[in-house]
């Protein structure tokens, strides 16, 4: 069974930090591309960044994060995961990791909740 938990999560004041990791179970981590995904309070779901499989050479960003977010993978501990800084009011949201390139389906987690406020 595929498994994906998050973690990370918290409130932090704007132009802050945070580490947020998703640890995988059920599948072959290392084979498969990731993504982190977030929804914000009444909004749909949201793709943030993907990660080629394998050495994740190949990585892509949202606009509205790049430059500001980092997505990396620990084949050898099966996690996923986002370094985000300058952190803004706007990146508040249940964060999410999925398996899979750009997938926006629905998330097998429970998600992380980042809030930015000051």
């Known amino acids: 069974e595929v498994q994906l938990a998050e973690s990370g999560g918290g409130l932090v004041q704007p132009g802050g930090s945070l580490r947020l990791s998703c640890a995988a179970s059920g599948f072959a981590f290392r084979s498969v591309s990731m993504s982190w995904v977030r929804q914000a309070p009444g909004k749909g779901l949201e793709w943030i960044s993907s990660?080629?499989?394998?050495?994740?050479?190949?990585?892509s960003y949202a606009d509205f994060v790049r430059g500001r977010f980092t997505i990396s993978r620990e084949n050898s501990k099966n996690t996923l995961y986002l370094q985000m800084n300058s952190l803004k009011p706007e990146d508040t949201a249940m964060y999410y990791c999925i398996e899979g390139w750009k997938n926006t389906s629905p998330p097998r987690g429970q998600g992380t909740q980042v809030t930015v406020s000051s």
């Open positions: 990660i080629s499989a394998g050495g994740g050479v190949l990585i």
